[in-house]
């Protein structure tokens, strides 16, 4: 009998063969960085959950962009710590807010790193929810409708302050809508929106809420975050979002959920990104310290999955570390 005349085998076996017919080719180019800051001077505080990352003051914030634009990281996302919260998380769009502050700060010192910004109120809010609460009925809940005039406030700010791009995460219905207006009544009209389009409601976020200090202090976010069942609302969702002006549109997270991003990117066709959370991050770390994976090989893995699924754009904290290791090759 002979042997079958196709020998896949042939285009493997030789190392520039094998990486001449690579389909899926990861770039530094499509990764994001994001990046917590909180008020202070010569601020550096570890956070626990997720090894080899920091808050930051302003200033040593501006040293990490420095560091991510030398190594050809093209974009940063920030999420801010304010000094205090209300109800109504008041410092989310205070013109002297910590993200306004930084954003100020790194385009001085970094004018072609393109800065995008987090939208959302659940880091400023003393209940840790991302929007206005209400009671209804015996029961408190988020009001959707009148949080959108804060997360307006919220984007607008950023833009003034020189934000290049805003991200709400909130999953506010409407909010995309509302904001792309508020930017272009302020004059921003050419200040895009990556939102943050089928966010589910995952397990996968507890260590972001310890860097972000913004754990709900009753309940949970279920009531706004998708239910990781569904996989047909997420593509509503973001039939919506894109209806409403978004720019780019974001899966979260990613490796769990490289099914959603696959067919959002077939079906829309639009600017797709994928964040690998916090979770996702913390899983690998926490593996590798054990010794039971290489680091290095599973997060190259992992974002070269989540490109192969459809993903433009990759948020993830292993940005500078996969920025060195694709320049090694």
């Given amino acids: 009998m002979a042997f079958p005349k196709q020998r896949f085998r042939r285009l493997r076996a030789n190392p ?3 990486r001449m017919v690579r389909q899926t080719r990861l ?3 499509q990764l994001i960085y994001p990046l917590f800051v909180r008020p202070g001077s010569g601020v550096r505080q570890a956070i626990v959950s997720m090894p080899g990352q920091y808050q930051f ?4 914030l501006v040293g990490q962009c420095r ?4 190594l050809g990281i093209p974009a940063v996302l920030l999420f801010g710590i304010p000094a205090r919260k209300d109800a109504a998380g008041s410092q989310a769009y205070a013109d002297d807010g910590i993200v306004q502050q930084s954003v100020a700060a790194i385009k001085k010192a970094c004018p072609d790193l393109v800065v995008i910004t987090d939208v959302c109120l659940c880091e400023y809010t003393d209940h840790g929810h ?4 209400v009671e209804r009925g015996g029961r408190r809940e988020v009001d959707n409708d009148a949080t959108l005039p804060l997360l307006v406030r919220q984007a607008v700010s950023h833009a003034r302050a020189g934000a290049d791009m805003v991200a709400p995460s909130d999953m506010m219905d409407g909010r995309v809508g509302a904001i792309r207006a508020g930017l272009d009544e302020g004059g921003f009209q050419n200040i895009p929106i990556m939102a943050y389009a089928a966010k589910f409601a995952s397990s996968y976020y507890g260590p972001f809420r ?3 200090e913004s754990p709900p202090q009753f309940g949970d976010r279920r009531g706004y975050q998708m239910d990781p069942a569904n996989a047909d609302e997420a593509l509503r969702e973001v039939a919506a979002d894109i209806e409403e002006g978004a720019d780019i549109v974001m899966v ?3 490796t769990h959920y490289l099914d959603i991003i696959w067919r959002v990117k077939e079906r829309f066709g639009m600017p797709t990104a994928a964040y690998h959370v916090s979770g996702e991050y913390a899983a690998i770390k926490a593996a590798a310290a054990n010794g039971w994976l290489d680091e290095k090989a599973a997060a190259l893995e992992a974002t070269t999955a989540i490109a192969r699924a459809g993903a433009d754009l990759v ?3 292993f940005a500078k570390d996969l920025a060195k290791w694709l320049q090694e090759g």
């Fill in 252 to 254: 979260k997270p990613a």
């Fill in 130 to 133: 991302c929007g206005l609460i």
């Fill in 67 to 70: 560091e991510a634009a030398d």
């Fill in 27 to 29: 770039s530094v180019d």
């Fill in 57 to 60: 003051s302003p200033d040593t």
């Fill in 210 to 212: 310890e860097a972000a």
């Fill in 16 to 18: 520039t063969l094998r």
């Fill in 315 to 317: 948020i993830t904290y």
